[in-house]
């Protein structure tokens, strides 16, 4: 299995602390049968400074322990890249990085909480320039979950979608699990991921969750979300997933969320 959204490099943002931590966390990953673990640390303005220099140089570096410590994943670069003005152009330039460092697949992190600008015209944008937008944990966004026609929008304009783990598994609240759910039966979301940021409460594994993913679209199309739709996102191509379903009317989703479902939590 791949891992597409981790946060195993040590001290850099809100993920691993140190060099040990994260060669328990390689080890766990590996133990639940992933296979290669994508370093993504947040790549944000103000908070967490990790350009693609600075990943590329922390994946070298862990890559070599884990070789020493014999633990069998194969560590790629990439990051969780937030929104900002000149997005594009740090694409680019090479300034953000990409997923597996392939210049194409693009990791986006929003805001949990704030409703984001012009998302159709990025995303259109993007596209243009070549780049393969993947939105993160979009089942715990609250301007999709508001309002689900406008995450439907950006995936048939070209975005793909990131499940986190412990969204499915109910670590995040009863909402996240029902948009994850609805999401899925929908053909709106095309990788699942750990997100993890430790060994202890998010922690790197995908069987379990996987196999709750199963009950809602079968084995094969979860099998798949963790591993070829993850691998052709690295090599920079589009994934063969089928198209999202027709639209369903919005009134019914807004009356299931006057009745009073929790809300999402911070940013992370």
Same mark, same amino acid.
């Given at each position: 299995?791949?891992?597409?959204?981790?946060?195993?490099?040590?001290? /850099? &943002?809100?993920?691993?602390?140190?060099?040990?931590?994260?060669?328990? +966390?390689?080890?766990?990953?590996?133990?639940? #049968?992933? @296979?290669?673990?994508?370093?993504?640390? =947040?790549? @944000? $303005?103000?908070?967490?400074?990790?350009?693609?220099?600075?990943?590329?140089?922390?994946? $070298?570096?862990? #890559?070599?322990?884990?070789?020493?410590?014999?633990?069998?994943? &194969?560590?790629?670069?990439?990051?969780?890249? =937030?929104?900002?003005?000149? !997005?594009?152009?740090? /694409?680019? &330039?090479?300034?953000?990085?990409?997923?597996?460092?392939?210049?194409?697949?693009?990791? !986006?992190?929003?805001?949990?909480?704030? *409703?984001?600008?012009?998302? $159709?015209?990025?995303?259109? =944008?993007?596209?243009?320039?070549?780049?393969?937008?993947?939105?993160?944990?979009?089942?715990?966004?609250?301007? +999709?979950?508001?309002?689900?026609?406008?995450?439907?929008?950006?995936?048939? !304009? #070209?975005?793909?979608?990131?499940?986190?783990?412990?969204?499915?598994?109910?670590? +995040?609240?009863?909402?996240?699990?029902?948009?994850?759910?609805?999401?899925?039966?929908?053909?709106?979301? =095309?990788?699942?991921?750990?997100?993890? *940021?430790?060994?202890?409460?998010?922690?790197?594994?995908?069987?379990?969750?996987?196999?709750?993913?199963?009950?809602?679209? #079968?084995?094969?199309?979860?099998?798949?979300?963790?591993?070829?739709?993850?691998?052709?996102? !690295?090599?920079?191509?589009?994934?063969?997933?089928?198209?999202?379903?027709?639209?369903?009317?919005? @009134?019914?989703?807004?009356?299931?969320?006057?009745?009073?479902?929790?809300?999402?939590? *911070? &940013?992370?």
């Amino acid at each position: 299995m791949i891992d597409l959204h981790t946060h195993i490099l040590p001290g /850099v &943002d809100d993920g691993v602390k140190t060099e040990d931590e994260a060669v328990e +966390f390689a080890r766990v990953a590996e133990a639940d #049968g992933v @296979k290669t673990i994508v370093a993504t640390p =947040h790549c @944000k $303005e103000g908070f967490f400074f990790n350009d693609r220099a600075a990943v590329l140089a922390a994946v $070298e570096v862990l #890559g070599r322990r884990l070789t020493d410590e014999g633990i069998g994943v &194969d560590l790629v670069p990439g990051a969780e890249v =937030h929104l900002c003005a000149d !997005l594009t152009a740090r /694409v680019r &330039d090479g300034r953000a990085p990409t997923l597996g460092d392939n210049g194409k697949t693009l990791l !986006l992190e929003l805001s949990l909480t704030q *409703h984001p600008p012009g998302l $159709e015209n990025l995303v259109f =944008h993007l596209r243009l320039e070549g780049i393969l937008t993947v939105f993160a944990h979009p089942e715990r966004i609250r301007y +999709f979950q508001e309002d689900p026609s406008r995450y439907e929008a950006l995936v048939r !304009l #070209g975005a793909y979608g990131q499940l986190t783990t412990g969204s499915i598994l109910g670590a +995040f609240g009863p909402e996240a699990t029902r948009v994850s759910a609805w999401m899925l039966k929908r053909g709106l979301v =095309h990788v699942l991921a750990s997100d993890a *940021h430790n060994t202890r409460g998010r922690r790197p594994e995908l069987r379990e969750a996987a196999a709750a993913v199963a009950s809602i679209v #079968g084995e094969p199309a979860a099998r798949r979300m963790v591993t070829e739709v993850p691998a052709a996102l !690295l090599r920079g191509v589009q994934p063969d997933v089928p198209p999202p379903a027709e639209a369903t009317p919005r @009134k019914p989703w807004r009356v299931t969320r006057w009745l009073g479902l929790g809300r999402g939590s *911070h &940013d992370s």
